[in-house]
């Protein structure tokens, strides 16, 4: 069965610092996948998405992701971290053959401090 | 905004009661889906329609049920509620029903005494 994996349930950054996100998935093919970002009191919003062609996806706000097939690895990115970055990020899947639904993972808050 | 309106924003009932938990889809959006997001299991996706028929379903209870109207309008009833029900309950939907490009209501937060 499908499943998408993120790395730490909590990341701490600096404003201005590298701010890296972990994402793992588990398939038999590669899927298409995602990341959602959930501000404080708000709905999820996507951010960024990878279905076919370039491995190198850009999203919103300076984000940015990188689809690794041969490390099944959708990390996220962001060269420089800004107080308003601080949210819960989540990375989710859906298979691109045959019908499934989006399978999210458990979310990694992103804190960022002054 | 993105474009989906969910009602009650909050909602605080007792065990044993029953809720009903409304959503409208954006304009042109034919499926809608319902989640439910607590600390312990994260994001669960319950149940899709599309076009009125129910069209995938996931992690739903017995005593949960939804349905998809006419108008596109979906409404999610819980009933029998127990203390671990208490979560908030995301609305979502999509044009492309088999696409991962969702968008989410503001959420209804459930809190069951």
Redesign the interface.
């Known amino acids: 069965a499908q499943s998408v994996t993120q790395l730490g349930s909590h990341v701490s950054v600096s404003e201005g610092a590298l701010v890296l996100l972990r994402c793992n998935y588990s398939s038999s093919v590669p899927p298409y996948l995602f990341w959602y970002v959930q501000y404080p009191n708000q709905g999820l919003q996507l951010l960024l998405k990878y279905t076919t062609g370039a491995t190198l996806v850009k999203g919103i706000n300076g984000f940015e992701a990188e689809f690794k097939k041969s490390e099944t690895s959708f990390h996220l990115t962001k060269p420089s971290a800004h107080m308003s970055d601080a949210a819960e990020y989540f990375c989710a899947m859906i298979m691109n053959s045959g019908y499934s639904t989006l399978t999210f993972g458990k979310g990694t808050m992103l804190l960022v401090s002054p | 905004d993105?474009g989906?309106t969910q009602t009650p924003k909050h909602l605080i009932t007792a065990t044993g009661q029953r809720v009903t938990l409304r959503c409208s889809p954006r304009s042109g959006d034919l499926s809608v889906?319902w989640y439910q997001q607590s600390l312990d299991q994260?994001?669960q996706?319950l149940i899709?329609y599309y076009n009125g028929e129910e069209r995938?379903k996931?992690n739903i209870l017995e005593r949960f049920s939804a349905q998809q109207f006419p108008d596109l309008h979906s409404e999610l009833n819980l009933s029998s509620l127990e203390l671990g029900d208490s979560a908030l309950y995301?609305c979502?939907s999509s044009v492309d029903p088999?696409?991962?490009?969702?968008?989410?209501?503001?959420?209804s937060r459930l809190t069951v005494l």
Do not use: K, N
């Open positions: 993105s989906v889906y994260g994001l996706f899709q995938a996931g995301f979502a088999e696409g991962g490009e969702l968008f989410f209501g503001e959420g």
